[in-house]
């Protein structure tokens, strides 16, 4: 099982960062996926949310209007897109697939992939 990120970047105040997450080993479509972040010194939190059908998305308040979370079942990719990004963004954002069956959960992460919004 693999989730990897990868798009993370140096990028200045209201510019766009599209990060990506590509997940291997494991049935991707049948996964809901989310977007955590962790900035140095806070608790991670919940930045996106994408249902494993793609239809239900739900985002943080800090990041709704700025932050559009997709997926490609096909690519067994999820993506993360930041608009008008804002130096409190600075993170290490995190990709992770999560299943619950009725037997047991799933919940797999990936490394993270640092953003970093300065001028």
């Known amino acids: 099982v693999q989730v990897v990120e990868s798009g993370g970047g140096l990028m200045q105040p209201g510019g766009s960062l599209r990060l990506s997450c590509a997940a291997s080993?494991?049935?991707?479509?049948?996964?809901?996926m989310r977007w955590y972040r962790q900035a140095p010194g806070k608790e991670r939190e919940l930045v996106a949310f994408?249902?494993?059908?793609?239809?239900?998305?739900n985002y943080a308040d800090s990041v709704k209007g700025r932050f559009t979370i997709s997926r490609d079942n096909a690519k067994k990719t999820v993506y993360l897109q930041m608009n008008s990004l804002k130096p409190e963004d600075t993170a290490v954002y995190y990709c992770?697939?999560?299943?619950?069956?009725?037997?047991?959960?799933?919940?797999?992460w990936g490394q993270g992939t640092q953003v970093t919004v300065s001028s």
């Open positions: 992770n697939a999560r299943r619950v069956t009725i037997l047991r959960g799933y919940d797999y």
């Open positions: 080993g494991f049935t991707f479509s049948s996964y809901d």
């Open positions: 994408i249902t494993s059908d793609g239809d239900s998305r």
